[in-house]
């Protein structure tokens, strides 16, 4: 790592804090919806899913380790769809395959089905599909307003660190590709270099809803305005709908997409870095399990810690503030928003995860209120959410990427939770 490394984690202080024991998630976060009416489950394999295996193994990504694998894989969703046809006939439809991050299928079952299900002999674990909703912060006004572009204008990183070379995939309501700032087109060449709508499920990520543009601004933007990482490339992964709904199964597709969006695996293609701006407060074991398994793999993925925080900044109240998923996932970075003030946003989640995982969450800390970046259409709005701050944060970690990129998300992790400090709203227990 260059010599200047040290210097430029110390400076990223001024804008980011520790958190051990607050958080915050998107002000612009997904919160839990009602359940599908159509009762949709993953239904885990006993088989690792491809990368998990190679992960394993300790072999390389080699087209001739992947194709064995996938055949083995395969093999088993073949043998377990023919037992529920078996048994079920066709009153239980089957649904997406995955096969990389997991070894899974997607089921539509009556709750009374399900139980009949786990005791199929190949089968591992069942999750029952969640629904999330993008939803907004209100009374947020009172706070001054933070540009996106302030660690730029204050000059705290030099000019040389912009992430160039780093491959950022934002898995949001898509991208407005179109809009100046994010180079103006999709596809080769373009500064969003790939994408697909896994909502939808067509080539087109274009985002209506203005979130993930939001967020792919503060990333990397180039143009009026220069997000964090303003050389980044993006890959634009649409899970959520034009309304902000999305749900499990649609956002592990996106995640599955990051680690190969060509399908080719001897094309370097892949994010580097993942940003979730989107969450719930229930635990999601099949998200939270991609997410780790995508860690695994090489991706440093940074997740909104949520917007359900406390009425007041006693960490005695985390206990009816649990973390969801998928920032409960242990090998992402959670982070929290902080306002003008350096202080943790009122809003912002924090405590333990709602799986009750000895573990706190969030790590660390980044300014979410009245957040300045790019709209649909070329223009440009405010947002408050800890759904601001994690692509700070993921921002962040490209510009690291770019200066070491031969270090592990967890060196990454260490690297930026070691450099940080505490600030209001954090226990003074677990402040470093």
Excluded: W
């Excluded at 006004?141 to 000059?155: A, E, G, K, P, W």
């Excluded at 949001?172 to 709508?197: F, Q």
């Amino acid at each position: 790592m260059k010599n200047n490394t040290i210097l430029f984690l110390i400076t990223l202080i001024l804008f980011m804090s520790i958190v051990s024991t607050s958080q915050s998630r998107e002000v612009v976060h997904s919160k839990l919806a009602s359940a599908s009416p159509q009762n949709r489950y993953i239904v885990e394999l006993k088989e690792q899913g491809v990368y998990q295996k190679l992960a394993v193994l300790k072999e390389s990504d080699s087209g001739q380790a992947i194709q064995k694998i996938r055949a083995t894989i395969n093999s088993q969703q073949e043998a377990f769809k023919t037992d529920v046809q078996r048994q079920f006939k066709s009153s239980i439809p089957i649904g997406h395959q995955f096969k990389s991050l997991l070894n899974a299928i997607v089921v539509t079952a009556q709750p009374s089905q399900v139980e009949s299900l786990s005791k199929l002999t190949s089968v591992k674990r069942i999750h029952k599909v969640i629904q999330y909703k993008i939803t907004a912060v209100n009374d947020v006004t009172d706070y001054d307003v933070i540009n996106v572009d302030l660690l730029r204008t204050s000059q705290l990183i030099e000019d040389d660190i912009d992430g160039e070379g780093v491959k950022v995939a934002i898995v949001d309501t898509g991208i407005d590709y179109t809009h100046p700032d994010l180079g103006g087109c999709l596809g080769s060449g373009c500064k969003v270099y790939a994408g697909y709508d896994f909502f939808d499920g067509d080539e087109d990520p274009i985002d209506v809803h203005s979130h993930g543009t939001h967020v792919a601004g503060i990333v990397a933007a180039n143009g009026e305005l220069r997000g964090i990482a303003p050389a980044a490339s993006l890959l634009a992964i649409k899970v959520c709908s034009d309304e902000g709904y999305c749900n499990t199964t649609d956002i592990i597709k996106g995640l599955e997409f990051a680690l190969d969006p060509d399908g080719d695996s001897a094309t370097d293609d892949g994010a580097d870095v993942l940003n979730l701006s989107l969450g719930s407060s229930s635990e999601d074991k099949a998200l939270r399990d991609a997410v780790n398994n995508l860690v695994e793999m090489g991706v440093v993925v940074v997740v909104s810690a949520g917007n359900d925080g406390p009425d007041d900044d006693t960490f005695s109240s985390a206990s009816e503030n649990l973390i969801g998923s998928p920032a409960d996932a242990e090998k992402a970075i959670t982070v929290a928003a902080s306002d003008s003030n350096k202080n943790i946003a009122e809003f912002s989640s924090k405590g333990y995860p709602s799986s009750g995982a000895a573990i706190l969450k969030p790590e660390v800390a980044a300014p979410g209120v009245s957040i300045y970046s790019s709209i649909p259409g070329g223009g440009y709005g405010y947002k408050t959410g800890t759904s601001m701050s994690s692509p700070m944060v993921a921002g962040v970690v490209a510009l690291l990427k770019q200066i070491a990129p031969e270090k592990s998300p967890e060196q990454l992790k260490a690297a930026l939770v070691a450099t940080a400090t505490s600030i209001a709203g954090s226990d003074p227990t677990f402040s470093v």
